[in-house]
């Protein structure tokens, strides 16, 4: 199984940017579909955007689309999450998670076997 690290947070004005990257210390990243989800306090995790195996498809939810960008290095064993036009609204804890190979639902927690700690991101206004 693959050991997840995600690195990258901080606190940032709204109108800003930040770049999260989630390593692999542990297995393989190229053979899993990846993505990233969030968690605001007081809210359930939710789906943020992911990205398949080669890195050649990403999708988004709506709340980020044409302000994140999620990538992947498969020879640096990292996918990336490049965060603009940051919001307050988008302050939460940030987790990668690996996809399960049958899965078919890229927005359901439950297609991911394999997740990070987090990263704390807080964008103030």
């Known amino acids: 199984q693959v050991l997840l690290v995600e690195s990258g947070g901080g606190l940032v004005q709204a109108g800003g940017s930040l770049r999260l990257s989630c390593a692999a210390s542990?297995?393989?990243?190229?053979?899993?579909?990846m993505a990233w989800f969030r968690q605001a306090p007081g809210k359930e995790r939710q789906y943020v955007a992911s990205?398949?195996?080669?890195?050649?498809?990403?999708y988004y939810a709506d709340s980020v689309k044409n302000r994140f960008i999620i990538s992947r290095n498969n020879a640096a064993n990292t996918v990336y999450l490049q965060m603009n036009s940051l919001k307050p609204e988008d302050t939460g804890v940030y987790y990668c998670?690996?996809?399960?190979?049958?899965?078919?639902?890229?927005?359901?927690?439950?297609?991911?076997?394999?997740w990070g700690q987090g990263t704390q991101v807080t964008v103030t206004s």
């Open positions: 998670a690996a996809r399960r190979p049958s899965a078919a639902i890229i927005e359901s927690e439950d297609s991911y076997s394999n």
């Open positions: 542990r297995g393989t990243l190229s053979t899993y579909g």
């Open positions: 990205i398949n195996r080669s890195g050649n498809s990403a």
